[in-house]
């Protein structure tokens, strides 16, 4: 049965999910704090970025999940590259990432 969540998911770098869902092939529209999505979706995914939450029907969890993975990996490598860090990453069988970071 589809209908609509919305669950936490503080977006701390506006700039880099806009590059996840570009990266993604998905197009999306800023209103104020808010980036919509749409595409191959049951309804569009809203970010909320003054609320931290993310809403979407509960079909779409999945694809949700793989943009909120772009995110947090380019929000990750971003932050350790300005530390100076070296960054690499791994993607593992169970489609997860892993990110080495000295």
Same mark, same amino acid.
């Not at 999910?17 to 092939?25: I, N, Y």
């Not at 169970?94 to 080495?100: A, E």
């Given at each position: 049965?589809?209908?609509?969540?919305? =669950?936490? %998911?503080?977006?701390?770098?506006?700039?880099?999910?806009?590059?996840?869902?570009?990266?993604?092939?998905?197009? %999306?529209?800023?209103?104020?704090?808010?980036?919509?999505?749409?595409?191959?979706?049951?309804?569009? =995914?809203?970010?909320?970025?003054?609320?931290?939450?993310?809403?979407?029907?509960?079909?779409?969890?999945?694809? =949700?999940?793989?943009?909120?993975?772009?995110?947090?990996?380019?929000?990750?490598?971003?932050?350790?590259?300005?530390?100076?860090?070296?960054?690499?990453?791994?993607?593992?069988?169970?489609?997860?990432?892993?990110?080495?970071?000295?």
């Amino acid at each position: 049965m589809s209908k609509e969540i919305k =669950v936490s %998911f503080e977006i701390h770098n506006r700039a880099i999910l806009k590059k996840a869902l570009s990266q993604l092939g998905y197009v %999306f529209t800023e209103t104020g704090d808010e980036i919509a999505v749409s595409g191959d979706f049951y309804m569009p =995914v809203r970010f909320n970025i003054a609320h931290k939450d993310v809403s979407f029907d509960n079909m779409d969890t999945k694809k =949700v999940n793989a943009i909120k993975q772009a995110y947090s990996v380019g929000y990750y490598r971003d932050q350790a590259i300005r530390e100076g860090s070296q960054v690499a990453q791994e993607v593992m069988s169970d489609g997860s990432i892993r990110l080495r970071i000295q």
